[in-house]
C-alpha cells in the first residue's frame, strides 16, 4: 500500500479557532488524513482544561478542508447507539464528499464515562458491545437514504489478540496500533492469522501506527513491519507542526 502520513490533532487546551488553523495548516502541510479524538475531557495536562466534542467537530472539518481524509481515531463505541453513529458517519461521509474514515473502538476512559454517564462495565463486555455494533452499522448504512458516497473505511484502533484484532479482520479497512516495531510486528501477525481464519486477505488491511519519534529514528522497522500510514499526535495550545512535516517529508522521499 501507499505511505500515508496522519495527524492526530488533539482537541484539548486550545480554541476551537487554534484547531481550525492547524488543520488547514496539516492540509497545505501535505498531510494525508487528520484525525481528532473521542472524549469529553484532556487526557494529558489539566484534566479540566479545554476540550471539544469529537463529532460536532468533524463536520466542520468536512467544510473546512478539501484533500484530506479525516475522522477520529478512535470514536468510542459506548456513547452512541450504532444506528445513530452510522447516520452521523454517513452525513460527514456527504459533506466531506467522501473523505470520512470510521475510526472506531471500545473505549478505555472511564471518566468520560462517570462524567456523562455510561455504564463503563468491563473491558471484556465493552469489546463484546463493540463486536454487536458493527455489523448494525453496515446493516444501517445499506438502508440509509441517500447511501453512502463509497464504503465507508472503518478504522479499528487496539492491539486485544482475542476480539479487537478479529473484528478488525473481520469488518476493517485499517488497523491502528502503537509500540515499537516489534510489537506491532507481532500484532500484525495475529491479525493475518485471523484473515486466514475468516477467508480475508490479510493485504486488504491497511496497517496505522501511532509515531512520536523522527522517521529517521523509527520509520525503516515499522515500515519493516508492514505499516505504511503513520501517523503524529499534537495537542494544544502550541500545536507543533515540525515533527509532522518531518514525517510528510520522509514519505515524499519514498516515491523518489
Known sequence: MTVRIGLQLQPQHADYARIRDTLVAAEDAGADVVFNWDHFFPLYGDPDGKHFECWTMLGAWAETTSRVEIGALVTCNSYRN???LADMARTVDHISDGRLILGIGSGWFEKDYDEYGY????????LDDLGA???RIRDRWAKLNPAPTRDIPILIGGG???KTLRYTAEHATIWHGFGDAETVRHKISVL??????LGRDPKEIERSC???GKPSEVAQPLLDAGVTLFTV?????DYDLSLLEE?????DAQSR
Do not use: M, S
Open 82 to 84: 450504532p444506528e445513530l
Open 119 to 126: 455504564d463503563f462495565k468491563t473491558a471484556g463486555r465493552r
Open 133 to 135: 455494533a458493527l455489523p
Open 160 to 162: 486485544g489478540e482475542k
Open 192 to 197: 493475518d492469522g485471523h484473515c486466514v481464519d
Open 210 to 212: 501511532g509515531v512520536q
Open 233 to 237: 499526535g499534537v495537542g494544544g495550545p
Open 247 to 251: 514525517w510528510i517529508a520522509w514519505r
